[in-house]
């Protein structure tokens, strides 16, 4: 089975530089519409057979528009949420300041109600599995970039500090390749590379 997660596509919150797990609040932008068509048009050189979706507003909204490009109707998933943020919620990003997960990193605090790695992990991995169990072969998933980082991290087996590196830019596109295990075929890609489209297809025809 192959899954292409998505992140979604730039919203108000980006640009704002606020942190936000809200399910109704900051939709996409202008870009982020274009970039969402852009990445719908992508994805269909993988002929997905489903679209799931994070119930998060410029989640849904991001799958509402690859759905449209693919002809599919996006299914929201709660696993496929945004990380749960906890005293972060709301608050702005100061990039004059060290960034909290730094901040983390080096033992200076801690953040009341942040969900864990190992929570996103959890919940993303059995979103994975029941996907897989429903008989699917190729499906999108638009979610968000904390959670597909950890997914990332978990086949990697690295913890969410030693992930830090890891980009996934918005409206990008993770591929995981699930078969015994999982395995990584792509991260934060702005297009699918040919090679990986060739693969696929080779296996469908095989």
């Known amino acids: 089975m192959l899954v292409a997660f998505v992140r979604h596509a730039q919203a108000l919150s980006n640009v704002l530089k606020i942190l936000s797990d809200d399910y109704d609040q900051y939709p996409l932008t202008e870009e982020g519409v274009r970039q969402a068509e852009k990445v719908g048009e992508e994805l269909r050189k993988l002929e997905p057979q489903a679209i799931f979706t ?7 909204q991001t799958a509402e528009i690859i759905g449209n490009k693919l002809g599919l109707q996006p299914m929201v998933d709660e696993r496929l949420r945004e990380r749960g943020l906890g005293e972060l919620k709301g608050k702005k990003v100061d990039e004059n300041s060290e ?3 730094l901040r983390l990193m080096r033992g200076l605090g801690e953040v009341k109600g942040l969900e864990s790695w190992e929570s996103m992990q959890a919940r993303m991995l059995g979103f994975i599995d029941e996907v897989r169990a429903r008989g699917f072969s190729r499906v999108v998933a638009v979610s968000h970039y904390d959670p597909i980082r950890s997914v990332i991290g978990y086949v990697c087996g690295l913890s969410d500090f030693q992930s830090w ?3 996934v830019p918005n409206a990008s596109i993770t591929l995981l390749e699930v078969e015994a295990g999982l ?9 699918l590379p040919n090679e990986v489209v060739k693969l696929l297809r080779e296996k469908v025809n095989a």
Do not use: N, Y
């Open 54 to 60: 994070s119930p998060v507003l410029r989640a849904r």
């Open 99 to 101: 960034h909290w997960k």
């Open 165 to 167: 590196g890891i980009m």
């Open 183 to 191: 395995k990584v075929l792509g991260v934060g890609l702005p297009v």
